[in-house]
T-cell receptor
């Protein structure tokens, strides 16, 4: 069965703090894709990153970094020196290659609040 | 270029009425998806279209829900005899869809249609 779990429902930090959003996934497929999307208060889902299951290299993009660990089925997202504009709901998602349609299975989301 | 557009942005209807929601994908994107976002259920897949292939309807919650995609572009999601539990934000996404296990393209989402069933 495919499943994505984001155990943190809400996180509140003060600006400039680092924050890590956890994501744990379940899949039977050996080839799959993991994603993070950001949903700001405006409501539109914004694509942040995609990782392939055969590439465990971690990635950094500015203040954002992602830690993909197949051994623990986790794909965690860290924001360094958080800013108020980072306040949003963040979704982790999974797509299995077996399902060539590419439908996304989303976690429940983590609402991040960054206070000035 | 233009992103995914959806209309209307908000729809209020009475229980039992039919509604139609429209999605205009990004030009050149062959794959189109509908998702639903509600407080109780989070983000759920509804249906997927890819080119001329039969759609994947595995996420549709009941036979009151249907969707079509005309000419490989615009899609309409129809909900018949709406119920209060249908109240949600309906999101459309599109992608350039490749084929094969190693091919995947990210989905770009529209702003959604907020449906309220009274």
């Amino acid at each position: 069965a495919q499943k994505v779990t984001q155990a943190q429902t809400e996180i509140s930090v003060v600006e400039k703090e680092d924050v890590t959003l956890d994501c744990v996934y379940e899949t039977r497929d050996t080839t799959y894709y993991l994603f993070w999307y950001k949903q700001p208060p405006s409501g539109e889902l914004v694509f942040l990153i995609r990782r392939n299951s055969f590439d465990e290299q971690n990635e950094i993009s500015g203040r954002y970094s992602w830690n993909f660990q197949k051994s623990t089925s986790s794909f965690n997202f860290t924001i360094t020196a958080s800013q108020v504009v980072d306040s949003a709901v963040y979704f982790c998602a999974l797509s299995e290659a077996l399902n060539q349609g590419g439908k996304l299975i989303f976690g429940q989301g983590t609402e991040l609040s960054v206070k000035p | 270029g233009a992103g995914v557009s959806q209309s209307p942005s908000n729809k209020v209807t009475e229980k039992g009425k039919d509604v139609e929601l429209r999605c205009d994908p990004i030009s050149g994107h062959t794959a189109l998806y509908w998702y639903r976002q509600s407080l109780g259920q989070g983000l759920e897949f509804l249906i997927y279209f890819q080119g001329n292939s039969a759609p994947d309807k595995s996420g549709l919650p009941s036979d009151r829900f249907s969707a079509e995609r005309t000419g490989g572009s615009v899609s309409t999601l129809t909900i018949q005899r709406t119920q209060q539990e249908d109240s949600a934000v309906y999101l459309c996404a599109s992608s350039r869809q490749g084929r094969g296990r190693s091919s995947y393209n990210e989905q770009f989402f529209g702003p959604g249609t907020r449906l309220t069933v009274l």
